[in-house]
């Protein structure tokens, strides 16, 4: 009996001997995904955007609606994160639907909802030139007036996204805590068209202040066409495309007072009235040099009262400048260049000791590209310089 006990003794070890024992690895965890807002939020802000995250796993498809249309944005490198492309709408309300893998693991499903505060006073545009649709000189500015002051003008920059069919680098000045000019680098090409985009729905310029709704408008550039005004020669050149169009005399300002003085410098075709009333400024009825006159085919070139303008005192052009500080033409010239000028169609006048300020109507031209830039909410003046990169507002996780 012992010696049967002790020999299955054996043969059990034996076989336990040669045997292997395989633990189980435990099931990869599924990827969990957050959103920021949370889901349910009722009151989340809509100027820090939406963003959903994934951890152990990378993001393959993130579907957003609101007000059953989708919602603009993108993953970002790597897939474990997406972000709207632009703030969200105030007092909207979003659903949102995600999806995660991990890597040889499983695929986890999100879906939830979250809503967006009302701001306490809503935040627009109050007005933009160009018009749209309208037709413009190379030179044109986009100018956006804002219907409130802004505060955080980097956020309100953001917003605002110009695209050309040729395309040319261009920047942002702040003017005043409500407007906002563009201007190129170098004239716009012309016979193109240009979108200007204000994605305001949900941007915060002041708190408690909220965009609620976008603004886009289209406009065209036309063909080139720029003048040369010399008050030492009293000639001016206008150049279409290049070549030679008018080659005009003309009378400049007599400089015996500085209001008087033409402005040197690059300006801009603003406005045109057939005809403009113009009253000497500071002066009333009786003083000595006083006038209030109805001028025909005149064409605003700033706002210290400077027009190229329809003058019958063909004795005067060509040999002396004898205006208020006008550019005038003969009768029937003038008119062709009042038929022929588009907003944004550049003047350079030569010749005299005033300068046009840079902002004297649209004289932004007057200002080199580097000074320009300075003005933007967005550029770095420090040594290395450059744009400051357009990183989502902060607070965002």
């Given amino acids: 009996m012992r010696r049967a006990a002790a020999f299955c003794l054996v043969a059990l070890l034996m076989v336990t001997g040669c045997s292997s024992v395989t633990a189980e690895s435990p099931a990869p965890a599924p990827p969990v995904i957050t959103t920021f807002p949370a889901f349910d939020a009722d009151r989340a802000?809509?100027?820090?955007?939406?963003?959903?995250?994934?951890?152990?796993?990378?993001?393959?498809?993130?579907?957003?609606?609101?007000?059953?249309?989708?919602?603009?944005?993108?993953?970002?490198?790597?897939?474990?994160?997406?972000?709207?492309?632009?703030?969200?709408?105030?007092?909207?309300?979003y659903t949102v639907t995600a999806t995660a893998a991990a890597p040889s693991g499983p695929t986890t499903v999100t879906m939830g909802r979250f809503r967006t505060r009302q701001g306490t006073r809503p935040f627009s545009i109050a007005s933009v030139s160009p018009l749209p649709g309208e037709t413009v000189g190379v030179g044109m500015p986009i100018i956006v007036t804002f219907d409130g002051p802004v505060r955080d003008k980097a956020a309100v920059e953001r917003a605002l996204i110009v695209a050309a069919t040729k395309p040319v680098e261009g920047a942002w000045r702040w003017t005043s805590d409500t407007q906002a000019v563009y201007r190129t680098a170098r004239y716009w090409s012309p016979r193109q068209k240009i979108t200007f985009t204000a994605h305001l729905s949900g941007v915060r310029p002041s708190p408690g202040v909220y965009g609620t709704a976008d603004h886009t408008l289209t406009f065209a550039v036309g063909r080139k066409q720029t003048s040369t005004v010399d008050t030492r020669t009293h000639r001016m050149v206008v150049r279409r495309d290049g070549k030679v169009a008018q080659n005009m005399a003309i009378s400049a300002g007599m400089a015996t007072t500085r209001e008087y003085t033409t402005t040197s410098g690059l300006h801009l075709t603003m406005e045109k009235g057939n005809p403009v009333r113009m009253v000497s400024p500071g002066r009333k009825k009786g003083d000595p040099g006083f006038y209030d006159v109805m001028i025909d085919h005149a064409v605003r070139i700033s706002n210290s009262g400077e027009y190229v303008h329809a003058k019958n005192n063909v004795w005067a052009q060509g040999r002396v400048n004898v205006s208020h500080g006008c550019i005038n033409a003969r009768p029937d010239q003038a008119a062709w260049f009042f038929a022929t000028s588009l907003r944004g169609d550049p003047v350079s006048i030569t010749g005299t000791d005033r300068p046009l300020e840079w902002n004297n109507g649209w004289g932004y031209w007057q200002l080199t590209w580097e000074k320009w830039q300075l003005g933007s909410a967005l550029h770095d003046p420090a040594p290395a310089g450059g744009w400051v990169q357009q990183a989502p507002p902060p607070g965002l996780p």
């Fill in 45 to 93: 802000r809509p100027d820090r955007g939406l963003v959903v995250k994934a951890a152990g796993g990378t993001l393959s498809k993130v579907l957003v609606y609101a007000k059953g249309r989708p919602v603009a944005g993108a993953l970002e490198p790597g897939g474990t994160a997406w972000r709207s492309a632009w703030p969200l709408t105030p007092g909207t309300e």
